[in-house]
């Protein structure tokens, strides 16, 4: 089983008008420092301020027509997406979430009117929790990437950025449970084979990678991260998105606290733009000298549903304490 560009076109055709048209926008403080055109996908300008909107409303759009709600786990923005899309259909949402989960987030989904459900300290919990719910209350779970409508829907990014720089050479794209690396993989090699798509974790969890070098889906411990979206495994019974992820990925690239840190300094100094963590893994990886520039690059900032006080520590140079880690401060250009 796996998701296809005829999937993906669907996909795009069932929420056009509702999460389709980001805009691609030039970096053209990367293309000076490191000497290739660099485009930026706004995910981050989508109603609910992620790209998880458009997974959700794919799948919201394929509810078996007697489904009393949807139920998922979360660590953040799918659960916004899920409620968003489950009251434009007005239908009852339940979101369940780890403790881990910041509360900004949390508060968003509240504020969408869905149930939160906060459930131990993993995504691994609350994906129980939720599967407990689905059982109990007769509601369809919906999860936030192993499932074919999330992945077509995460994929129509990549339509959309070869349709507006088709000369792109390389895609550079977060990577967690692996929904959108699958989607965007699946789209975008599809319209042009020879593409290079490079998945980008946090060295802090980055669950599938690991899976990917043992061979099949492991767990991985979950801590707490700058690039908090980027949380959590990819499930021990994984169906689509790790063989999705290890037939189509050129490669994955990790990458540290401290990098996430002075990529977040550089977009918001030399972009002006305000994202989570979880979006500037790719432009870390380039910084970092990780992945090299071979042509034109696209990368997802993927959200904006991020802690502003927490942000504006690393804007202003600050130490930022997590958990038991500290990344210690640096003034952005020192
Ligand atoms: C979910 C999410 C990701 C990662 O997507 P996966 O499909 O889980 O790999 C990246 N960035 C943000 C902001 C997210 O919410």
Not at 43 to 64: C, S, T
Not at 128 to 154: K, T
Not at 180 to 205: C, D, Q, T, Y
Request: aromatic content about 4%.
């Amino acid at each position: 089983m796996t998701v296809t560009l005829a999937d993906i076109l669907a996909a795009a055709r069932t929420i056009r008008g509702q999460a389709d048209a980001t805009p691609f926008v030039p970096s053209p403080f990367m293309e000076s420092r490191y000497g290739q055109p660099v485009w930026l996908k706004l995910e981050l300008a989508q109603p609910i301020g992620a790209f998880k909107l458009r997974g959700a409303l794919n799948a919201v759009a394929h509810l078996p027509p007697d489904a009393a709600g949807v139920t998922c786990c979360s660590t953040g923005n799918h659960g916004r997406g899920v409620a968003y899309a489950a009251r434009a259909r007005g239908l009852r949402a339940v979101v369940c979430m780890s403790e881990l989960v910041p509360r900004a987030k949390v508060e968003g989904i509240r504020a969408l009117g869905a149930d939160i459900h906060i459930a131990g300290r993993s995504q691994d919990t609350a994906h129980a929790e939720s599967q407990r719910l689905a059982r109990e209350q007769n509601l369809v779970e919906i999860s936030p990437f192993d499932d074919a409508h999330v992945i077509a829907g995460q994929g129509t990014i990549g339509l959309e950025m070869l349709a507006q720089v088709p000369e792109l050479d390389t895609l550079l794209v977060p990577l967690s449970g692996g929904g959108l690396a699958a989607g965007i993989a699946a789209a975008a090699k599809a319209i042009k084979p020879e593409i290079r798509v490079i998945g980008v974790s946090m060295a802090r969890g980055a669950a599938m990678q690991a899976s990917l070098e043992a061979g099949h889906p492991v767990e991985v411990e979950e801590v707490e991260s700058l690039a908090d979206s980027l949380g959590g495994g990819i499930g021990l019974d994984n169906r689509l998105t790790f063989p999705m992820c290890r037939d189509l990925l050129d490669s994955v690239v990790q990458v540290e606290e401290a990098d996430v840190y002075r990529a977040l300094q550089t977009l918001y100094h030399e972009d002006r733009l305000i994202a989570e963590g979880a979006c500037v893994v790719g432009l870390a990886a380039v910084q970092t000298g990780r992945v090299q520039l071979t042509g034109p690059t696209g990368t997802i900032l993927t959200g904006r549903n991020l802690d502003m006080d927490i942000f504006t520590r690393v804007v202003t140079g600050q130490d930022v304490t997590l958990g038991d880690t500290v990344i210690e401060g640096r003034p952005y250009g020192a």
